[in-house]
């Protein structure tokens, strides 16, 4: 096949061309909602779109399906990857690799979504770099016709990264290790009970391959004594270092201990470093009672996590935008046709990397610890990550036993309804305050409580095993601060010299309230740090606030129960009502990650006819058999003259007898009960954050009175003054919140076109 022939003969019509999607390597949770927004999204491009079974090793030998609408139906609550996947020997080789293409060119598949890990992706990228040659081998031995090989010059590759380790530096999450922290924590949790009542010492290996994000990660939430993972240097006397150190706690009045052993952890002399070994060091120093664990392959299972849903939604919808790019004509963009990319995640945003950088950063963190390199491996894997391996030190170790002469005292308030991380917060500031002398006061029940002396001291005992409990331990209420002067004389009798506030919009309000009562009150001259915990994320300055994720993850789960029995009765429609006030978050993100039909909230609000309409529309499909059930995901305040209550009438009035209507609002369950572990961690970084700033008041800039942000990956000190011009102080919104924008992929990827006809599709 000589390029001349090839670009006169080449095809215009892309739509002949079709997608391809598999996951390979070790499945992750969240995958399945990948592959289904790979296959939605495809098909609503006019593109066919098909499923490969079983990884590498199904592309090799044609275990390829035709997918249709349907094929992908129900599935993003389900664990694993229901296409199947496998570690593929035969695909490192060229020959394997020709297979795997031959079977392409068939199905005219030259777009290609792979999911999987960094061996997966460098499989796809050998694949990406051979694929000229082989096409040319194909045709000149009669394989592929003339026209197919022209249309096949071109292999459009678009990784996806699928795996539990996040170890993919360019992305700040891979889908699948938030549910693999859930199941690790979950576990961990489970083993403090027994490990407490025993007085005993736990030591648990957990998975990540070469990379030390699950065992640090998971080791912050769980407030671990003592963490092992590949990217650390260990010193000759680590184990007389860690027995000193679970000596101390235990002094402290610590029953148990819980230490973390990464799977890639390897001894100065490059040798495998296991749970055995720390154990038998442990017992030849001590006499404690220890035992092991390893979480295995549990950690990869069960149902995917709200994070990982949404991850996974987001990255395969814009995996196919990226692969099916065109140009302003319509034609195929071919601008980065040489290079594959890999959709990652910054912060909150979805961008695309090249998949060949991505890859050599991956193998260099992979040398360099191989070869032992283990700080330049640590840099490698960025700021976020380097800052986990201080916060255990910080988490787990008790610097001083007891406050000598006091410097300082730092108050803690909980405003706002009790989310779960409030307490993670809490207990991450006083730790954080025992390590420079400065004593902590908690203040019970928000401002009536410092306005009635309910403060208490907080210590670094009295503070254990905050962060895995839900709600508020210190009280939290949904009150501003009045009758400022009694809270100045609150302020005044404890001497605080800087005031942490946790909680949602109102503990905002708080802050800026206190700020522009300054010049009248001198006590609230300290500095003030806002760390946002609310499950409507509605606080301003940043872009996740602790405790909505619980929330989220909550919610789902129970929408799926509902969502379970809808299917089982048929011909439902279902409303179901989540918190959030004005602020659509909580509905719109459980609507995607859920696969729910329709999603309204304030944000997307309707009124009546267009309800009516709704309503019709769901009846003919419902008529039609198009449709077996109907879920809709309400925020409770939308607009006042359509509730769930009036929604449902109207409903009902379209339907008459033939079809129900159920409504469930979730209350407060939704606040689930023991944080996640994106709020525990996410919260004890906050408040490491929260006391720095006050510690040294500079780090906050020229204002000292600031919100903690997430801003990006990074955390950022961001001033209530400047935010009071960013809010709505009516319907206590920000302004500008990120998440409006994926509103629309609810319906985008859950009603099927009109037009679009559902082919009866025989599986391989
Ligand atoms: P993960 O994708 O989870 O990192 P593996 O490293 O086991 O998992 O890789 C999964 C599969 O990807 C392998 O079984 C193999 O088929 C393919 N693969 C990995 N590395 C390569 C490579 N260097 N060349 C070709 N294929 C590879
Ligand atoms: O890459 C994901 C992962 O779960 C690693 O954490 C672990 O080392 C490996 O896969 C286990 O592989 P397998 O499932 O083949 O035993």
Redesign the pocket.
């Known amino acids: 096949m000589s390029t001349k022939q090839t670009s006169s003969k080449m095809d215009k019509i892309v739509n002949q061309v079709s997608v391809g999607v598999m996951t ?3 499945d992750s949770p969240g995958m399945n909602s990948a592959i289904r927004a790979v296959v939605r999204e495809t098909l609503r491009r006019n593109y066919r779109c098909y499923l490969i079974r079983e ?3 199904g592309l090799i030998s044609g275990k390829i399906d035709e997918a249709n609408w349907s094929s992908v139906a129900n599935i993003t609550h389900i664990g694993g990857s229901f296409i199947g996947t ?8 060229y020959d ?2 020709k297979k795997a293409a031959k079977q392409m060119y068939e199905r005219q598949m030259f777009n290609l979504v792979v999911i ?12 990406k770099e051979d694929w000229m040659k082989i096409g040319e081998e194909l045709f000149a031995e009669g394989n592929i016709k003339l026209d197919v090989a022209n249309k096949g010059r071109e292999l459009r590759l678009v990784g996806i990264v ?2 539990i ?1 996040n170890d993919c530096i360019e992305t700040d999450k891979s889908i699948g290790s938030d549910s693999a922290l859930h199941r690790i924590c979950e576990s961990i949790d489970g083993l403090v009970m027994t490990a407490q009542s025993h007085q005993r010492i736990f030591v648990i290996e957990v998975m990540g ?1 070469h990379c030390g994000y699950l065992a640090l990660t998971s080791g912050i939430a769980v407030e671990a004594d003592f963490v092992f993972y590949p990217e650390m240097s260990l010193e000759e006397n680590w184990a007389d270092k860690l027995c000193q150190q679970l000596e101390t706690v235990r002094k402290l009045g610590k029953r148990h201990n819980i230490i973390i052993i990464g799977e890639g952890c390897k001894n100065a002399k490059g040798e495998k470093f296991d749970a055995k070994l720390v154990k038998s060091e442990i017992e030849n120093r001590m006499t404690a009672e220890v035992r092991t664990v390893s979480l295995g392959h549990l950690q990869r299972g069960g149902t995917p996590t709200f994070l990982d849903r949404l991850l996974g939604l987001r990255m395969g919808y814009n995996a196919v935008k990226e692969l099916l790019r065109v140009d302003k004509d319509g034609k195929p963009f071919t601008g980065s046709q040489n290079n594959a990319s890999v959709i990652c995640l910054r912060g909150h945003t979805i961008k695309q990397q090249s998949l060949d950088k991505v890859l050599r950063k991956v193998e260099q963190a992979n040398d360099e610890i191989k070869h032992g390199n283990v700080e330049k491996a640590t840099k490698l894997r960025g700021t976020g990550f380097l800052d986990k391996t201080e916060f255990v030190a910080v988490v787990s170790n008790p610097l001083k036993t007891e406050m000598s002469s006091k410097s300082k005292v730092f108050a803690v308030i909980h405003v706002g309804l009790p989310v779960a991380g409030m307490n993670a917060i809490t207990f991450a500031f006083t730790r954080m305050a025992n390590q420079q002398n400065i004593e902590i006061v908690g203040i019970q029940g928000a401002w009536d409580g410092l306005k009635n002396n309910g403060v208490i001291p907080l210590t670094w005992k009295s503070v254990e095993g905050w962060a895995q409990e839900g709600g508020s331990l210190l009280g939290a209420k949904r009150q501003l601060p009045s009758e400022l002067d009694q809270i100045a004389q609150g302020l005044n009798d404890h001497n605080i010299d800087g005031l942490l506030i946790v909680g949602g919009f109102t503990a905002f309000v708080s802050a800026l309230i206190m700020h522009k009562n300054r010049s009248e009150y001198s006590s609230f001259n300290i500095p003030i740090v806002v760390v946002p915990a609310t499950v409507s994320n509605n606080c301003p300055g940043t872009c996740a606030s602790i405790g909505a994720d619980t929330a989220l993850n909550e919610i789902c789960r129970q929408v799926d129960n509902i969502r379970q029995s809808a299917i089982g009765s048929k011909n439902k429609v279902m409303i179901i009502e989540t918190m959030g006030k004005r602020s659509g978050y909580l509905a719109s993100m459980v609507a995607l990650a859920t696969g729910s039909d329709y999603a309204i909230t304030y944000q997307n609000v309707m009124d009546k006819d267009q309800v009516s309409q709704l309503a019709k529309k769901v009846k003919t499909k419902l008529e039609a058999g198009k449709i077996d059930k109907y879920l809709i995901i309400k925020s409770e305040d939308t607009i006042e003259n359509v509730s769930s209550a009036s929604m449902k009438s109207i409903f009902e009035q379209e339907f008459g007898e033939k079809f129900s209507v159920r409504i469930t609002n979730l209350g407060y369950s939704q606040f689930g009960g023991h944080p996640t572990c994106f709020d525990r961690q996410m919260g004890i970084r906050m408040g490491i954050r929260a006391f720095e700033a006050l510690f040294n008041p500079k780090k906050m800039g020229k204002r000292d009175c600031c919100v903690i942000g997430l801003r990006g990956s990074r955390l950022k000190y961001v001033p209530v003054c400047g935010l009071e011009k960013k809010v709505c102080m009516n319907h206590f919104l920000p302004l500008k919140m990120w998440w409006i924008e994926t509103h629309s992929l609810i319906e985008r990827l859950t009603w099927k076109p009109e037009d679009m006809e559902e082919k009866t599709i025989t599986t391989s």
């Open positions: 390979s390597g070790g990884g590498y090793a496998s570690r593929c020997d035969e695909f490192r080789t394997g690799r999987g890990g960094d061996g997966s992706l460098t499989g796809a990228q050998k694949l699928g795996s380790d391959r």
